[in-house]
């Protein structure tokens, strides 16, 4: 590197700037302090990034932004927001938590997907509601199980249920009811119990 060129001015009405030139690397370093705001910009060939600090806030403009530090706290007395005009990746290598003491909304224009090498776990201590244009749940390693003090099947259209082996059980009462036809069919049907009654 070669000879820096090294200038302040004072004003009284423009206030401090302090100018630093580094004509072999073409970059250019000036911090001004106008009374109102301090403003810290480094020039290069094509990027340019400044610090503009005032009473009441800070704006950081830049190419490329990194905070390498022990541990980060960031909080807001008001509605905050963050927007990644490219994407947007959150990763840590321990526990992750999302937590809202109120509503806590997430959605995607396109695919949203939730994914774990591990278990995942969707709870709520009061109502919880899943719903798509279409839906559909799987388990492709083992059994797939939904259950509740009362549990509610129904299609508006159609319901369906199949499998190799199907059976539908009831502890007390078990009842199969059809407002129209209803039809019970196989190679070989069984009715069984110590009181039948048909018709």
Do not use: R, Y
Not at 4 to 31: F, R, S
């Amino acid at each position: 590197m070669g000879t820096l060129v090294c200038k302040i001015e004072l004003d009284k009405t423009k206030g401090i700037t302090v100018t630093v030139e580094n004509a072999d690397g073409q970059i250019t370093q000036t911090m001004t302090m106008d009374g109102t705001s301090i403003t810290t910009k480094v020039q290069g060939q094509s990027d340019t990034s400044t610090i503009v600090q005032k009473a009441d806030s800070i704006v950081v403009t830049c190419k490329d932004f990194t905070l390498d530090t022990e541990t980060i706290t960031c909080k807001s007395s008001k509605a905050s927001q963050w927007t990644s005009q490219d994407i947007l990746k959150l990763t840590s290598t321990k526990d992750m938590t999302f937590t809202s003491s109120a509503k806590l909304t997430q959605s995607a224009t396109q695919d949203a997907k939730l994914s774990s090498s591990a278990n995942v776990t969707l709870e709520a201590t009061s109502a919880f509601k899943a719903s798509g244009m279409t839906a559909a749940m799987s388990a492709t390693g083992g059994e797939a199980k939904v259950d509740g003090l009362t549990l509610k099947l129904s299609g508006e259209t159609n319901a369906e249920m199949s499998g190799a082996m199907a059976k539908v059980s009831g502890q007390g009462q078990l009842s199969l009811e059809s407002t129209g036809i209803a039809k019970l069919q196989g190679s070989m049907t069984t009715v069984g119990g110590s009181l039948v009654k048909l018709g």
